[in-house]
């Protein structure tokens, strides 16, 4: 698909497996995958055509997977779907991983891999050697009792729940309440909320503890001494090391913490409290009611397409295809897991866009955020091989947190009102110089969890508060009377419990995300063909020539990271920062 052409989701053009081939079972799946592993490779032609259907059986077990994983969260009470992603996990996954570890192994001792085109086939095959290298028979039950057990996360936040005003509501919901200019209002809906969390506090920390011990005989299993160099290496993570992190947050804490500092002590001094209190955060500091952008999801969709056809016409496409399919699920309600996503559909080359709406300005964000990331799925899916466009979460998130920003001059749809608009704008730009140091907080955690493997709660609830106060130094913020719900707080973050060590990325991205903005508004034609063509290259080119591609720098040192900051400072101050 050009980037001009229509985006419309490709129908199942198969040529190795039957049109109608379902996922129902290892024992009928396993005939495919043998046929690949015993067929003979004389020379690079067939080689080529074997990775070819080797990607077209990839991609529909892949379709197969993700939709089961939907079903799960758009209603994690439905047992029959809870089932069938199961089923999947203990019936399908660990057979699939000891086959693909023998494909891998037949790919890399192939004689012919020499007179394959190295360019568009380097990202790949290292990729590829890696896997092998890290592959442990005896991990596969590890890695599947790891994924039965990081679903429970999301059962347990799902069902976590609030009366208030005579309404049950889900978390989601209830944080609208704290934009409500009535702190008696905030003040309820925040204790309510954070006594809810508390009642399965325990719950949620025997879980970790759970899942720590796995992922680290896992690691230990592969021959490393912990688990997050074990994750650094299987994540592909070929671009940067541990070491750049700590230098990242390092530079946040020095750099990015002192401006949100500023940002806490001028919403303290406009709102006049003392103490200012975490229910005080989200509140506009003129008083106004919190802004409300559309009705509801259906709404939202409608505003969004129409805000991304006025930035570009075939962003619009890909969203409006997306909801003729139906394949947006926006609205919260009860029983469905908490957060938002986008997941890529790779076979039919669409993409689902799953998010707990409640009609709030931070919905919009995340609608465009999300829309960036379907965007991203439809750019890369003619490349030739699922494999090219399986690209790293430091691109993906380029892609979406992108979108965030290019869509900002647009969000009168949503706001007719200037001052709203205003506000909303300025909450955008507030949002990037808050997230940072929370991102930091969030991987020197990580780091600290994981090369310290058999500690105590206590250890880790004494370490999240110290690295949290690190990167709130000077904050105004008063915690007293609410320690335990500040001791908990990282219980919030999924990645945490789901998906280790992908965190890390939104920082990298966010910065390359504010340089592409820069970038917009100083040649807008350009930086729109520059994010396509970035896009379009999947994960074919390291990381660092995609983020050129897209007319930007892959950095994270002192000096960029002050000067993406001095701009955004000043873009700040033109919405009245």
Same mark, same amino acid.
């Given at each position: 698909?050009?980037?001009?052409?229509?985006?419309?989701?490709?129908?199942?053009?198969?040529?190795?497996i039957?049109?109608?081939?379902?996922?129902?079972?290892?024992?009928?799946l396993?005939?495919?995958?043998?046929?690949? $592993?015993?067929? &003979?490779? *004389?020379?690079?032609?067939?080689?080529?055509?074997?990775?070819?259907?080797?990607?077209?059986?990839?991609?529909?077990?892949?379709?197969?997977?993700?939709?089961?994983?939907?079903?799960?969260?758009?209603?994690?009470?439905?047992?029959?779907?809870?089932?069938?992603?199961?089923?999947?996990?203990?019936?399908?996954? *660990?057979?699939?991983?000891? @086959?693909?570890?023998?494909?891998?192994?037949?790919?890399?001792?192939?004689?012919?891999?020499?007179?394959l085109?190295?360019?568009?086939?380097f @990202?790949y095959?290292?990729?590829?050697?890696?896997?092998?290298s890290?592959?442990?028979?005896?991990?596969? *039950?590890?890695?599947?009792?790891?994924?039965?057990?990081?679903?429970?996360?999301?059962?347990?936040? =799902?069902?976590?729940?609030?009366?208030?005003?005579?309404?049950?509501?889900?978390?989601?919901?209830a944080?609208?309440?704290?934009?409500?200019?009535?702190?008696?209002v905030?003040?309820?809906v925040?204790? $309510?909320? =954070?006594?809810?969390?508390?009642?399965?506090?325990?719950?949620?920390?025997?879980?970790?503890?759970?899942?720590?011990?796995?992922?680290?005989?896992?690691?230990v299993?592969?021959g490393?001494?912990?688990?997050?160099d074990?994750?650094?290496?299987?994540?592909?993570?070929?671009?940067y090391?541990p070491?750049?992190?700590?230098?990242?947050?390092?530079t946040?804490?020095?750099?990015?913490?002192?401006?949100?500092?500023? $940002?806490?002590?001028?919403?303290?001094?406009?709102?006049?409290?003392?103490? $200012?209190? *975490?229910?005080?955060?989200?509140?506009?500091?003129?008083?106004?009611?919190?802004?409300?952008?559309?009705?509801?999801?259906?709404?939202?969709?409608?505003?969004?397409?129409?805000?991304?056809?006025?930035?570009?016409?075939?962003?619009?496409?890909?969203?409006?295809?997306?909801?003729?399919?139906n394949l947006?699920?926006?609205?919260?309600?009860?029983?469905?897991?908490?957060?938002?996503?986008?997941?890529?559909?790779?076979?039919?080359?669409?993409?689902?866009?799953?998010?707990?709406?409640?009609?709030?300005?931070?919905?919009?964000?995340?609608?465009?955020?999300? +829309?960036?990331?379907?965007?991203?799925?439809?750019?890369s899916?003619?490349?030739?091989?699922?494999?090219?466009?399986?690209?790293?979460?430091?691109?993906?998130?380029?892609?979406?947190?992108?979108?965030?920003?290019?869509?900002m001059?647009?969000?009168?749809?949503?706001?007719?009102?200037?001052?709203?608009?205003?506000?909303?704008?300025?909450?955008?730009?507030?949002?990037?110089?808050?997230?940072? &140091?929370w991102?930091?907080?969030?991987?020197?955690?990580?780091?600290?969890?994981?090369?310290?493997?058999?500690?105590?709660?206590?250890?880790?609830?004494?370490?999240?508060?110290? @690295?949290?106060?690190?990167?709130?130094?000077?904050?105004?913020?008063?915690?007293?009377?609410?320690?335990?719900?500040?001791?908990?707080?990282?219980?919030?973050?999924?990645?945490?419990?789901?998906?280790?060590?992908?965190?890390?990325?939104? =920082?990298?991205?966010?910065?390359?995300?504010?340089?592409?903005?820069?970038?917009?508004?100083?040649?807008r &034609?350009?930086?729109?063909?520059?994010?396509?063509?970035?896009?379009?290259l999947?994960?074919?080119?390291?990381?660092?020539?995609?983020?050129?591609t897209?007319?930007?720098?892959?950095?994270?040192?002192?000096?960029?990271?002050?000067?993406?900051?001095?701009?955004?400072? +000043?873009?700040?101050?033109?919405?009245?920062?």
């Open positions: 698909m050009s980037n001009g052409a229509a985006a419309n989701s490709a129908s199942k053009h198969r040529s190795f039957p049109v109608d081939f379902e996922v129902v079972s290892w024992h009928q396993e005939p495919h995958y043998q046929q690949l $592993l015993d067929r &003979p490779i *004389p020379n690079v032609g067939v080689l080529q055509q074997w990775l070819k259907d080797r990607s077209e059986l990839d991609s529909a077990v892949s379709e197969d997977y993700r939709w089961r994983y939907i079903n799960m969260t758009r209603d994690t009470r439905d047992v029959e779907t809870t089932d069938r992603l199961q089923f999947y996990y203990k019936e399908v996954d *660990p057979y699939l991983s000891a @086959i693909n570890f023998q494909l891998n192994k037949k790919l890399a001792e192939s004689p012919f891999l020499n007179e085109d190295e360019q568009k086939y @990202i095959l290292r990729n590829v050697r890696k896997q092998i890290l592959f442990r028979e005896e991990n596969l *039950p590890l890695q599947k009792e790891l994924k039965l057990r990081e679903n429970e996360y999301a059962a347990i936040i =799902g069902n976590m729940e609030i009366t208030y005003g005579g309404k049950t509501l889900t978390l989601q919901q944080n609208a309440y704290l934009k409500n200019p009535d702190r008696n905030r003040q309820e925040f204790n $309510l909320m =954070g006594e809810r969390r508390l009642q399965d506090k325990q719950k949620l920390e025997d879980l970790f503890d759970e899942l720590l011990k796995l992922r680290h005989q896992v690691a299993n592969a490393f001494e912990n688990y997050r074990y994750k650094f290496a299987s994540m592909g993570r070929f671009d090391t070491a750049d992190c700590k230098a990242f947050q390092n946040v804490a020095e750099v990015v913490t002192p401006i949100m500092v500023k $940002l806490m002590e001028t919403r303290q001094a406009k709102l006049g409290l003392d103490p $200012l209190k *975490p229910w005080d955060l989200d509140v506009d500091t003129t008083g106004r009611k919190a802004l409300k952008p559309y009705a509801d999801g259906t709404d939202l969709a409608n505003k969004t397409i129409q805000v991304l056809d006025s930035v570009d016409h075939y962003f619009a496409q890909c969203l409006e295809n997306m909801r003729q399919n947006l699920d926006l609205d919260s309600r009860s029983g469905k897991a908490p957060g938002g996503y986008n997941m890529t559909l790779p076979e039919t080359g669409s993409a689902f866009i799953f998010m707990n709406s409640a009609g709030t300005d931070r919905d919009v964000k995340t609608m465009v955020h999300e +829309a960036g990331h379907a965007v991203h799925s439809f750019l899916h003619p490349l030739e091989l699922i494999y090219f466009r399986s690209y790293p979460s430091e691109v993906a998130e380029l892609a979406s947190m992108s979108m965030e920003l290019f869509t001059q647009h969000w009168n749809l949503f706001y007719a009102d200037d001052e709203e608009l205003r506000q909303s704008k300025k909450l955008q730009l507030e949002g990037i110089i808050k997230v940072l &140091p991102i930091a907080i969030i991987d020197k955690f990580q780091h600290w969890i994981y090369t310290h493997p058999g500690h105590t709660q206590q250890q880790r609830k004494d370490t999240w508060l110290s @690295i949290y106060r690190e990167f709130h130094l000077g904050d105004p913020t008063n915690w007293s009377g609410l320690e335990e719900n500040q001791a908990h707080m990282w219980h919030k973050q999924l990645h945490l419990f789901e998906v280790p060590f992908y965190y890390i990325e939104y =920082g990298m991205a966010q910065l390359g995300a504010v340089a592409m903005w820069r970038q917009m508004l100083q040649n &034609p350009q930086a729109i063909a520059n994010y396509k063509a970035a896009l379009s999947g994960y074919t080119r390291p990381i660092g020539e995609i983020y050129s897209a007319g930007i720098e892959f950095r994270f040192d002192k000096e960029y990271i002050n000067e993406l900051m001095g701009f955004l400072l +000043a873009e700040y101050e033109k919405f009245g920062g």
